[in-house]
């Protein structure tokens, strides 16, 4: 196949290798992170593709290849990725927000009203008004699924705002 070919054939999946990047990451910055990655090894090794073979399935093996590459390298870091839709940006403006929750209830009847959650519910929340990730939940909860450990902290988060309104209003 010469370079030309190459490179039209290439031209006519880049629209699938893009969606299929963002598939896989799940965020639009890294998809066009994994596309470049892609196009830069299809062209660095386009003398290794034999071209009575499909090039799309071969393009989405590299495609998938790096993909588990990076994962597992950020793995070894200690990176996590969290995919959920509850991303807060910290210094998100100039302008912040007075906060007087905590001039209206005391510290000790919010954790009265949590103490009184039931503990599957209790536990979960907790963990996760620490700091720690959908994903460290799970590890400290049994591995219950991960949609159990979310359901659990929504329907906490929500009994609590029932309960505060309640005894706030």
């Given at each position: 196949m010469t370079a030309n070919n190459f490179y039209q054939n290439?031209?006519?999946?880049?629209?699938?290798l893009k969606i299929f990047a963002l598939k896989?990451?799940?965020d639009k910055s890294k998809a066009n992170d994994l596309f470049q990655e892609t196009a830069l090894k299809a062209f660095?090794?386009?003398?290794?593709?034999?071209?009575?073979t499909n090039m799309r399935a071969w393009l989405s093996t590299i495609m998938k290849n790096?993909?588990?590459?990076?994962?597992?390298?950020?793995?070894?870091?200690?990176?996590?990725?969290?995919?959920?839709n509850e991303s807060y940006l910290i210094n998100s403006g100039k302008?912040?927000?007075e906060n007087e929750g905590e001039m209206k209830m005391n510290v000790d009847e919010l954790n009265s009203i949590?103490?009184?959650?039931?503990?599957?519910?209790?536990?979960?929340?907790?963990?996760?008004?620490?700091?720690?990730?959908?994903?460290?939940?799970?590890?400290?909860?049994g591995n219950l699924p991960m949609g159990t450990i979310k359901s659990k902290i929504h329907h906490a988060r929500k009994m609590l705002k029932q309960k505060i309104n309640?005894?706030?209003n």
């Open positions: 290439f031209d006519t999946h880049s629209n699938y896989l990451t799940r660095k090794y386009q003398n290794k593709f034999q071209s009575n790096s993909f588990v590459n990076i994962y597992r390298k950020n793995q070894r870091r200690g990176e996590v990725q969290d995919y959920t302008h912040t927000i949590i103490d009184k959650l039931d503990e599957s519910y209790r536990k979960p929340f907790l963990l996760a008004y620490q700091g720690y990730q959908y994903d460290e939940i799970q590890e400290k909860m309640s005894v706030y």
